[in-house]
Protein backbone atom coordinates (compact mmCIF):
# COMPACT_ATOMS: atom_id res chain seq x y z
CA UNK A 1 0.00 0.00 0.00
CA UNK A 2 1.22 3.78 -0.09
CA UNK A 3 0.32 6.79 1.83
CA UNK A 4 1.00 10.15 1.03
CA UNK A 5 4.68 11.31 2.16
CA UNK A 6 4.69 14.23 4.77
CA UNK A 7 7.51 15.67 6.91
CA UNK A 8 7.19 14.94 10.64
CA UNK A 9 7.89 18.08 12.90
CA UNK A 10 10.65 16.65 15.03
CA UNK A 11 11.99 18.56 18.16
CA UNK A 12 12.71 16.25 20.85
CA UNK A 13 14.44 12.91 21.04
CA UNK A 14 14.65 9.90 23.33
CA UNK A 15 17.54 7.30 23.10
CA UNK A 16 16.32 3.87 23.52
CA UNK A 17 18.97 0.72 23.66
CA UNK A 18 18.68 -2.71 21.77
CA UNK A 19 21.56 -4.65 21.82
CA UNK A 20 20.12 -7.57 19.26
CA UNK A 21 18.76 -4.66 16.42
CA UNK A 22 19.41 -5.21 13.25
CA UNK A 23 18.59 -3.93 10.03
CA UNK A 24 20.58 -3.81 7.56
CA UNK A 25 18.44 -3.80 4.37
CA UNK A 26 15.22 -2.00 4.25
CA UNK A 27 12.34 -4.21 4.93
CA UNK A 28 8.76 -3.92 5.68
CA UNK A 29 9.21 -5.94 8.41
CA UNK A 30 9.61 -3.16 11.16
CA UNK A 31 8.77 -4.98 13.80
CA UNK A 32 11.68 -4.74 16.06
CA UNK A 33 12.04 -0.67 15.03
CA UNK A 34 8.27 -0.26 16.03
CA UNK A 35 8.56 -2.06 19.21
CA UNK A 36 11.42 0.53 20.11
CA UNK A 37 9.38 3.55 19.36
CA UNK A 38 6.90 2.52 21.73
CA UNK A 39 8.94 3.60 24.03
CA UNK A 40 9.62 7.56 23.52
CA UNK A 41 6.85 8.49 25.56
CA UNK A 42 6.37 12.47 25.16
CA UNK A 43 9.09 12.84 22.54
CA UNK A 44 8.74 13.16 19.12
CA UNK A 45 11.58 10.89 17.99
CA UNK A 46 13.64 7.95 19.21
CA UNK A 47 17.39 7.50 18.23
CA UNK A 48 18.40 3.92 18.72
CA UNK A 49 21.78 3.06 20.33
CA UNK A 50 23.26 -0.48 19.95
CA UNK A 51 26.25 -1.39 21.85
CA UNK A 52 26.68 1.64 23.76
CA UNK A 53 26.71 3.93 20.33
CA UNK A 54 24.43 5.78 18.37
CA UNK A 55 22.56 4.37 15.34
CA UNK A 56 19.82 5.91 13.08
CA UNK A 57 16.34 7.23 14.33
CA UNK A 58 13.21 4.88 13.14
CA UNK A 59 13.38 6.38 10.03
CA UNK A 60 16.71 8.36 9.15
CA UNK A 61 20.21 8.60 9.15
CA UNK A 62 21.68 11.22 11.54
CA UNK A 63 24.61 13.16 11.61
CA UNK A 64 25.63 15.06 14.48
CA UNK A 65 28.09 18.35 14.89
CA UNK A 66 30.60 19.36 17.05
CA UNK A 67 31.10 23.11 15.96
CA UNK A 68 33.51 22.23 12.91
CA UNK A 69 32.36 18.51 11.41
CA UNK A 70 29.12 16.81 10.72
CA UNK A 71 29.78 12.92 11.99
CA UNK A 72 27.42 10.19 11.18
CA UNK A 73 27.67 7.13 12.99
CA UNK A 74 29.90 4.17 11.85
CA UNK A 75 27.46 2.13 12.32
CA UNK A 76 23.84 2.66 11.33
CA UNK A 77 21.53 -0.12 10.96
CA UNK A 78 20.57 0.91 7.89
CA UNK A 79 23.19 2.64 5.67
CA UNK A 80 21.03 4.61 3.82
CA UNK A 81 21.61 6.20 0.07
CA UNK A 82 21.52 9.70 1.21
CA UNK A 83 24.02 8.76 3.84
CA UNK A 84 26.18 7.46 0.98
CA UNK A 85 25.91 10.41 -0.66
CA UNK A 86 27.26 12.77 1.69
CA UNK A 87 29.84 10.61 2.71
CA UNK A 88 31.01 10.74 -0.74
CA UNK A 89 30.74 14.58 -1.33
CA UNK A 90 32.65 15.15 1.89
CA UNK A 91 29.79 16.57 3.61
CA UNK A 92 29.37 14.10 6.61
CA UNK A 93 32.33 11.96 8.05
CA UNK A 94 32.18 8.54 9.60
CA UNK A 95 32.75 8.51 13.69
CA UNK A 96 31.86 6.14 16.43
CA UNK A 97 29.85 8.46 18.70
CA UNK A 98 29.06 6.77 21.98
CA UNK A 99 25.84 7.42 23.64
CA UNK A 100 27.56 9.11 26.74
CA UNK A 101 29.18 11.48 24.40
CA UNK A 102 26.54 13.27 22.80
CA UNK A 103 26.02 16.43 24.85
CA UNK A 104 29.65 17.04 23.46
CA UNK A 105 28.05 17.89 20.34
CA UNK A 106 25.94 20.65 19.23
CA UNK A 107 23.35 19.72 16.94
CA UNK A 108 21.87 16.59 15.06
CA UNK A 109 20.64 16.42 12.15
CA UNK A 110 17.84 13.64 10.76
CA UNK A 111 17.97 13.03 6.91
CA UNK A 112 16.77 10.45 4.55
CA UNK A 113 16.12 9.98 0.92
CA UNK A 114 13.04 12.16 1.19
CA UNK A 115 14.34 14.55 3.75
CA UNK A 116 17.13 16.81 2.80
CA UNK A 117 20.40 17.28 4.52
CA UNK A 118 19.31 20.14 7.07
CA UNK A 119 15.44 20.04 7.20
CA UNK A 120 15.29 18.76 10.32
CA UNK A 121 17.82 19.84 12.99
CA UNK A 122 18.06 19.66 16.56
CA UNK A 123 19.85 21.54 18.92
CA UNK A 124 21.64 18.80 21.90
CA UNK A 125 20.53 20.25 25.06
CA UNK A 126 18.86 18.40 28.16
CA UNK A 127 15.60 19.84 26.39
CA UNK A 128 15.35 18.39 23.36
CA UNK A 129 17.26 14.95 24.23
CA UNK A 130 17.05 12.47 27.08
CA UNK A 131 19.18 9.54 27.85
Known amino acids: SYSKYSMRNIKTLKIV???HIEYSFKSTDRS?????????GLYDE??????SLITDTSFTNIALFDGNIWYTPKHPLLKGTKRAYLINKNIIKENEIHVNEIFEYKAIRLFNAMIDFGDIEI????DTLSL
Open 17 to 19: TDK
Open 32 to 40: AINKLVEKK
Open 46 to 51: IIISKN
Open 123 to 126: PTSK
